[in-house]
């Protein structure tokens, strides 16, 4: 059988909460209780917490939101960039446009309207 054994007084096998461990290091005196009631500490903490992490996402949202804006003004230059260079790209391309280049590689535009070869078999 188990034998039967006595608590020291003021020892305890359980090491406490939280709580506990923090006023061993951060004594509260009187004055500071009587306008802080300890009981309501950790609903204080936990709304210290709950603002932390509201101020946090506020400022990864902003951050966010400057990332969005930076990216809407770089597409709107690429954009306006597209389209500058589809009207280039039209111009270019047109009939009297590509007969000026070719003149000076010594082309020349035929007079001759082209015609069918027919062969009989």
């Known amino acids: ?68 804006s930076r990216l809407e003004s770089q597409v709107e230059d690429l954009r306006a960039d597209y389209t500058t260079l589809r009207a280039e790209y039209k111009y270019a391309s047109k009939q009297s446009e590509v007969a000026k280049k070719a003149a000076a590689f010594g082309l020349k535009e035929s007079d001759v309207s082209p015609y069918k070869i027919i062969v009989s078999e």
Not at 22 to 50: G, N, W
């Open 1 to 68: 059988m188990a034998t039967n054994t006595y608590k020291i007084p003021g020892k305890s096998s359980r090491q406490g909460s939280f709580f506990t461990w923090l006023e061993r290091f951060v004594p509260v005196d009187e004055s500071l209780s009587q306008v802080i009631h300890v009981r309501f500490l950790p609903q204080i903490v936990f709304i210290c917490a709950l603002c932390v992490v509201y101020i946090g996402s506020r400022h990864y949202a902003e951050k966010k939101i400057r990332t969005i």
